[in-house]
Nanobody
Framework: VQLQASGGGLAQAGGSLRLSCAAS????????MGWYRQAPGKQRDLVAT???????KYADSLEGRFTISRDNAKNTAYLQMNSLKPEDTADYYC?????????WGQGTQVTVSS
């Protein structure tokens, strides 16, 4: 499975960005797609995940500002990020888990200015 992430960039505090992650290759029906983020000097942390059945999980710290969704027909997951804060600045990594293994996409940088 290959993952192509896009949509990162620069935003002002209070603004919004939308990340996309498109999966391609041999994709089994039952899978989980998600986003993790890693700020400079910190560990990679969960942001949100969504199963192929639509079940979602979010990091508690997001306070409802982010929404994960997916289009199974396109094998694409989206992360809508609203009310961005400077502490959301990080490299965001797309993640895909199926019955065989875990896959990671390349990071997409998100920078939020105050």
């Amino acid at each position: 499975v290959q993952l192509q992430a896009s949509g990162g960039g620069l935003a002002q505090a209070g603004g919004s960005l939308r990340l996309s992650c498109a999966a391609s290759g041999l994709i089994y029906n039952n899978n989980v797609m998600g986003w993790y983020r890693q700020a400079p000097g910190k560990q990679r942390d969960l942001v949100a995940t969504i199963s192929s059945g639509g079940s979602t999980k979010y990091a508690d710290s997001l306070e409802g500002r982010f929404t994960i969704s997916r289009d199974n027909a396109k094998n694409t997951a989206y992360l809508q990020m609203n009310s961005l804060k400077p502490e959301d600045t990080a490299d965001y990594y797309c993640n895909f888990i199926d019955r065989t293994r875990t896959y990671w996409g390349q990071g997409t940088q998100v920078t939020v200015s105050s």
